[in-house]
């Protein structure tokens, strides 16, 4: 199975990238199955239609997805695209504790295949900006995403993995693997997802940040297969074609080398099984 389980399209407000492309592309690479997962990140970003100024990027504004245009454009692309590529409907929450309600109620509202859990955002301070880990040590900085990530992972359980579980790493030093420092909430957070049925995500994305290592670090991989964990996802991140389905191959040989022996694609929010 080639799939690529984190692809972002124009509908995520920091890509441009219309989303029949990237399944023609997809195709072009020989994906057989892809799933779109663009952003919402309530706390910072209003929905279409709701009260309220919106963020501003590259000059517009920008709000969080468009869900009736997005999850519509995402069945015509099945049904056009039928016969060459599976084409499956997610979304990444990028959810805080006080955002939870609104996420529930998202999920609620839509039928999905796969949610990715993300922090992006602590307090409605974004990482990108630096405005959540100014005046704070190295410490304190990954302390706090990882506090903030164990207690969402305890309260919300409508997702599928958590993607990019080490993000706040390419907001601090690329260079430096912050693993022993952080080892015990990382294992508490581990042992949540876990008992709860859930998984992890690789992200490829390290390969094009200059990360010094891979998302999440080789570390969290062989400790969430330690700790028994089995659902694994593979994504590119991607928000633009030289991105799609980058170094899904090579990753696989990084999980069976672990000693994983599958990695999932989703149906209706449940994990299907493929041999490394």
Known sequence: M???????????????????????DAINLGLEELCFT????????ADWGEKGTGV????????????????????T???????????????????????????????????MDFVLLSIHQINDLEFWTGEYQKGLTMQEAYDGYYDELYNVVQNFHDYSVLAHMDLIRRYLDKNLD?????????????EVVIE?????????????????????SIEILKLYHDLGGKIITIGSDSHKKEDLAQH??????????IGFKYHCTFDKMQPIFHEL
């Not at 501003?56 to 069945?75: A, C, H, Q, S």
């Not at 709860?196 to 999440?216: A, H, M, Q, V, W």
């Open 2 to 24: 080639f799939s690529d389980y984190h692809v972002h399209s124009y509908y995520s407000d920091d890509s441009i990238y219309e989303m029949e492309n990237v399944v023609i």
């Open 38 to 45: 663009d952003h919402v990140d309530y706390g910072i970003k």
């Open 56 to 75: 501003f990027y590259l000059g517009k504004e920008v709000r969080n997805v468009d869900y009736p245009r997005y999850f519509d454009e995402i069945e």
């Open 77 to 111: 692309l099945q049904k056009k695209y039928k016969d060459k590529i599976v084409i499956k409907k997610g979304l990444e929450f990028g959810i805080q504790m006080h955002t939870i309600p609104r996420y529930q109620e998202l999920f609620n509202t839509y039928e």
């Open 178 to 190: 912050y693993f022993e420092e952080t080892k015990d909430a990382i294992r508490k957070i581990l």
């Open 196 to 216: 709860d049925g859930k998984g992890i995500e690789i992200n490829t994305s390290s390969f094009r940040y200059d990360i010094n290592g891979l998302t999440p």
């Open 248 to 257: 899904i191959e090579s990753s696989k040989k990084v999980l069976k080398d």
